[in-house]
């Protein structure tokens, strides 16, 4: 018994080979593990605003816009606050 492929499988096919052989990897250098390895430059601040959201068949939950905050209080010294609201619904 032979299978079509339709036009939907295509595309989920080529969306696949096509992430697959165009990725990127990046590299912070040592010691970093993290995605922002330089402190903000002194006197200077940088606000991120983010949420998270997941649903499944137990419930929901996740964060509401939350700031994470850095600030250089000194050369190489940044003060960073995350304020997030996070919330379970069961």
């Known amino acids: 018994m032979k299978m079509q492929v339709g036009c939907f499988e295509r595309f989920i096919l ?3 080979l096509l992430c697959l052989f165009l990725q990127k990897s990046s590299f912070a250098g040592p010691p ?5 390895p330089v402190p903000v430059e002194y006197t200077h601040g ?3 605003t983010t949420s998270t959201f997941t649903r499944d068949k137990g419930g929901s939950f996740g964060t509401l816009p939350h700031a994470d905050i850095n600030y250089g209080l000194w050369h190489e010294l940044q003060f960073h606050v995350l304020t997030p609201f996070v919330f379970n619904h069961l």
């Open 14 to 16: 080529a969306s696949f």
């Open 32 to 36: 970093f593990f993290t995605d922002d």
């Open 46 to 48: 940088e606000i991120i």
